[in-house]
């Protein structure tokens, strides 16, 4: 994880203020670099500027060091070209070849050696198109989750962007006529408009002519002869750029059920082949993770966003399979206080409760209940684990503490909905509560000392966990339910894992998602939609001789796999929204909606 500046003026070397140095260095708090550099206009042929004209560009990056032996600071340099690279992701392939220590200098190292080759026949024009074009299959060739900012000091341009699916951060916005700026995060103090780069290509902005103009026209798309636009898929009528950018997903298998059609079971081949290729995927993302710096002799290193329920229960349980047994698993449950929760709760006590107290309320949170619940089946599975589980109790007080900041975090977005999941992924992520281990029933403090965090946001997407896709087919069938994941699949680019990414990562923390893998979700693309969830049947398994239990169709392939490794339990898990879960939703009685937009 990293944390990424950049800023171009035409008038003046433009400073970095205090809270956005703060900002990225709390992202990225093992190393801080910045660099400053002056582009004479007339040292490049074919400019249309007055001669003698000083662009003057700024960068600055953190880094949070995650990948090889030690830590590479950040920009990146190319000596020969003078090149810079800001780099926040991780390449775990590249051309399908694992990318063994540190991905950001493998990526730059590919970036420069695709200058090196171009062709010294070719005239200006044609190696600045060639190099991009290199450059863009570099880019394409990454299976991970990345945003980037390279200047190309060979001809002038400044290219950047996110991966398809939108997993890191990058913002961008016009300060004035003369002044351009791209970040991983808002400072919160600064004039100007903000926007979320759109994770649908790469752009690249010609430094040589008319910047300002390039700057403007980047968020409609417009190839003009300062900025072209390269689209990560097939862009639709009215984009024509020279260049595309291959896909790298197939299409979403929409191929009917034939009307007799059998649904997998516990043992069928594909559930053992959902389990190889997602293993593979969480694999990837938590071996050789460095020792993060801590108090303790043997401090966690992958901590996991745990609400007990289905999908981050089977990515704790194949974890236990991938790391060696002394080394512990933090599972990071958090809940709040709401006071409009416990009010109506206090006016309704139940039979068993005298008095509503807070640390009830705390217990009586559904995700609470099914983290324990989970937590207990995994102390079952796999006794010989050492999981932590850590109760993340937030008081109302503390929520309204820490307001403004969660939502300068998660600027530009700005609703109701936004603030409730924001909240809940940046205490998690604080990771600070009260910790009871495998062996003890004892609760003290503690605060997690892994860096790295697994979600299992994606898996609803792909296997059709949400409400709304059950919704779907009962109103057109599985010709519905594919046009509903077809939608979902289209844009997973324009979730908000941006704004999650912003709010995580604050804590020196970075989130990783195995269900979003480029290969596992190839392979669960493929799949026929009644193998990943049979809305038609009646989803019930062979327990034993005399008891079957039901599962729902929801996500059901991977309610089977949970099922084949004995969490009988979180087999059966409902689907719940994050901020229900947690209590974040309504924390006033008001009548603001999800959609509406945050009060300050």
Same mark, same amino acid.
């Given at each position: 994880?990293?944390?990424?500046?950049?800023?171009?003026?035409?008038?003046?070397?433009?400073?970095?203020?205090?809270?956005?140095?703060?900002?990225?260095?709390?992202?990225?708090?093992?190393?801080?670099?910045?660099?400053?550099?002056?582009?004479?206009?007339?040292?490049?042929?074919?400019?249309?500027?007055?001669?003698?004209?000083?662009?003057?560009?700024?960068?600055?990056?953190?880094?949070?060091?995650?990948?090889?032996?030690?830590?590479?600071?950040?920009?990146?340099?190319?000596?020969?070209?003078?090149?810079?690279?800001?780099?926040?992701?991780?390449?775990?392939?590249?051309?399908?070849?694992?990318?063994?220590?540190?991905?950001?200098?493998?990526?730059?190292?590919?970036?420069?050696?695709?200058?090196?080759?171009?062709?010294?026949?070719?005239?200006?024009?044609?190696?600045?198109?060639?190099?991009?074009?290199?450059?863009?299959?570099?880019?394409?060739?990454?299976?991970?989750?990345?945003?980037?900012?390279?200047?190309?000091?060979?001809?002038?341009?400044?290219?950047?962007?996110?991966?398809?699916?939108?997993?890191?951060?990058?913002?961008?916005?016009?300060?004035?006529?003369?002044?351009?700026?791209?970040?991983?995060?808002?400072?919160?103090?600064?004039?100007?408009?903000?926007? $979320? @780069?759109?994770? +649908?290509?790469?752009?690249?902005?010609?430094? *040589?002519? %008319?910047?300002?103009? &390039?700057?403007?026209?980047?968020?409609?798309?417009?190839?003009?002869?300062?900025?072209?636009?390269?689209?990560?898929?097939?862009?639709?009528?009215?984009?024509?750029?020279?260049?595309?950018?291959?896909?790298?997903?197939?299409?979403?298998?929409?191929?009917?059920?034939?009307?007799?059609?059998?649904?997998? $079971? @516990?043992?069928? +081949?594909?559930?053992?082949?959902?389990?190889? *290729?997602? %293993?593979?995927?969480? &694999?990837?993302?938590?071996?050789?993770?460095?020792?993060?710096?801590?108090?303790?002799?043997?401090?966690?290193?992958?901590?996991?966003?745990?609400?007990?329920?289905?999908?981050?229960?089977?990515?704790?349980?194949?974890?236990?399979?991938?790391?060696?047994?002394?080394?512990?698993?933090?599972?990071?449950?958090? @809940?709040?206080?709401?006071?409009?929760?416990?009010?109506?709760?206090?006016?309704?006590?139940?039979?068993?409760?005298?008095?509503?107290?807070?640390?009830?309320?705390?217990?009586?949170?559904?995700?609470?209940?099914?983290?324990?619940?989970?937590?207990?089946?995994?102390?079952?599975?796999?006794?010989?684990?050492?999981?932590?589980?850590?109760?993340?109790?937030?008081?109302?007080?503390?929520?309204?503490?820490?307001?403004?900041?969660?939502?300068?975090?998660?600027?530009?977005?700005?609703?109701?909905?936004?603030?409730?999941?924001?909240?809940?992924?940046?205490?998690?992520?604080?990771?600070?509560?009260?910790?009871?281990?495998?062996?003890?029933?004892?609760?003290?403090?503690?605060?997690?000392?892994?860096?790295?965090?697994?979600?299992?946001?994606?898996?609803?997407?792909?296997?059709?966990?949400?409400?709304?896709?059950?919704?779907?087919?009962?109103?057109?069938?599985?010709?519905?339910?594919?046009?509903?994941?077809?939608?979902?699949?289209?844009?997973?680019?324009?979730?908000?894992?941006?704004?999650?990414?912003?709010?995580?990562?604050?804590?020196?923390?970075?989130?990783?998602?195995?269900?979003?893998?480029?290969?596992?979700?190839?392979?669960?693309?493929?799949?026929?939609?009644?193998?990943?969830?049979?809305?038609?049947?009646?989803?019930?398994?062979?327990?034993?001789?005399?008891?079957?239990?039901?599962?729902?169709?929801?996500?059901?392939?991977?309610?089977?796999?949970?099922?084949?490794?004995?969490?009988?339990?979180?087999?059966?898990?409902?689907?719940?929204?994050?901020?229900?879960?947690?209590?974040?939703?309504?924390?006033?009685?008001?009548?603001?909606?999800?959609?509406?937009?945050?009060?300050?």
């Amino acid at each position: 994880m990293c944390g990424i500046y950049f800023s171009l003026s035409q008038t003046q070397q433009s400073p970095v203020n205090n809270q956005m140095v703060e900002l990225l260095s709390r992202r990225g708090p093992d190393s801080l670099k910045h660099l400053q550099r002056k582009i004479l206009v007339n040292g490049y042929p074919r400019s249309t500027q007055v001669q003698g004209q000083i662009t003057y560009l700024n960068f600055v990056s953190t880094v949070l060091s995650l990948r090889g032996s030690k830590v590479t600071t950040q920009p990146l340099v190319d000596e020969s070209l003078g090149s810079i690279l800001c780099w926040n992701g991780e390449a775990w392939k590249i051309d399908d070849q694992l990318v063994v220590g540190n991905d950001a200098q493998l990526v730059f190292n590919h970036m420069i050696q695709a200058f090196h080759l171009s062709s010294p026949n070719l005239s200006y024009l044609e190696a600045k198109t060639s190099t991009l074009l290199a450059l863009a299959n570099v880019l394409s060739a990454i299976s991970g989750p990345f945003s980037f900012l390279f200047y190309d000091a060979a001809f002038g341009r400044i290219i950047y962007g996110r991966d398809a699916l939108g997993r890191r951060s990058l913002l961008t916005k016009v300060v004035s006529a003369d002044e351009w700026v791209i970040a991983s995060i808002y400072d919160g103090c600064s004039s100007g408009k903000w926007e $979320e @780069v759109e994770a +649908d290509g790469i752009y690249s902005i010609d430094l *040589i002519t %008319r910047t300002t103009e &390039a700057s403007t026209n980047r968020a409609q798309g417009v190839d003009t002869s300062s900025t072209a636009f390269i689209p990560w898929v097939n862009p639709p009528t009215g984009r024509n750029p020279q260049i595309r950018l291959g896909k790298f997903l197939p299409a979403l298998n929409r191929i009917l059920p034939a009307r007799e059609h059998l649904r997998p $079971e @516990v043992d069928s +081949d594909v559930v053992f082949d959902l389990e190889s *290729i997602l %293993r593979q995927s969480i &694999a990837l993302r938590v071996n050789g993770v460095p020792q993060p710096p801590s108090d303790h002799k043997l401090p966690t290193r992958i901590g996991i966003l745990f609400s007990g329920g289905l999908d981050c229960t089977l990515l704790a349980r194949i974890v236990h399979d991938i790391l060696p047994r002394d080394s512990s698993i933090d599972l990071l449950n958090v @809940v709040f206080e709401n006071p409009r929760v416990i009010a109506a709760a206090a006016s309704n006590l139940p039979l068993d409760v005298q008095a509503w107290t807070v640390e009830l309320a705390y217990s009586r949170c559904p995700d609470r209940i099914t983290g324990i619940s989970s937590y207990h089946e995994l102390l079952r599975v796999c006794p010989e684990r050492s999981w932590r589980m850590v109760y993340i109790n937030i008081p109302y007080t503390e929520y309204v503490e820490h307001r403004a900041q969660v939502i300068t975090l998660m600027h530009p977005h700005s609703t109701e909905m936004d603030l409730s999941i924001a909240y809940a992924l940046y205490f998690a992520a604080r990771g600070r509560g009260l910790v009871q281990c495998s062996d003890t029933t004892n609760l003290i403090p503690y605060e997690t000392p892994a860096r790295v965090l697994l979600s299992g946001i994606g898996a609803d997407e792909l296997f059709a966990g949400y409400t709304r896709h059950a919704t779907a087919f009962r109103r057109a069938g599985y010709a519905g339910l594919l046009d509903e994941l077809d939608i979902d699949y289209r844009r997973l680019g324009k979730r908000n894992l941006g704004r999650d990414d912003r709010v995580i990562s604050h804590w020196g923390k970075e989130a990783r998602y195995p269900y979003l893998d480029e290969d596992f979700l190839s392979w669960t693309l493929k799949q026929p939609v009644w193998i990943k969830c049979p809305f038609s049947q009646n989803a019930t398994i062979q327990e034993d001789i005399n008891n079957t239990i039901s599962l729902e169709p929801g996500k059901y392939l991977l309610r089977l796999l949970v099922r084949k490794l004995d969490m009988k339990g979180a087999a059966s898990e409902k689907k719940r929204a994050i901020q229900f879960g947690t209590r974040t939703a309504k924390m006033s009685s008001g009548k603001a909606g999800g959609t509406d937009a945050v009060v300050r």
